[in-house]
């Protein structure tokens, strides 16, 4: 059974950083590319960053050279380090996966930049 949770959120002022992670078990993320989504209250749900199996990454540009997609193959997570976080920000953030044409999804963490 696969599992994706994520976790890391919170609320932050702006300017602030934040660290998400994304825990999978029931398959190893080396052999899948993982995304990051987010979705904003009223909002489509949208991609925000990529890392492939070989490790290359990508970036909406709202958030490009302020976030990092990254994965730790040894612990089978993925994270995402936010850093000059804007009030725009905001929103459920989500991680994804997929394998043997499935994809999977977590419940969600929640990102507040507030001041």
């Known amino acids: 059974q696969v599992q994706v949770v994520e976790s890391g959120g919170g609320l932050v002022q702006p300017g602030g950083s934040l660290r998400l992670s994304c825990a999978v078990s029931g398959i190893t993320i080396s052999m899948s590319w993982i995304d990051w989504y987010r979705q904003a209250p009223g909002k489509q749900r949208e991609l925000v960053a990529s890392?492939?199996?070989?490790?290359?990454?990508s970036y909406i540009d709202s958030v490009k050279g302020r976030f990092t997609i990254s994965r730790d193959d040894a612990m089978n997570t993925a994270y995402l380090q936010m850093n000059s976080l804007k009030s725009e920000d905001t929103a459920t953030y989500y991680c994804?996966?997929?394998?043997?044409?499935?994809?999977?999804w977590g419940q969600g963490t929640q990102v507040t930049v507030s001041a």
């Open positions: 994804n996966t997929a394998w043997n044409s499935r994809t999977y």
């Open positions: 890392i492939t199996t070989e490790g290359s990454t």
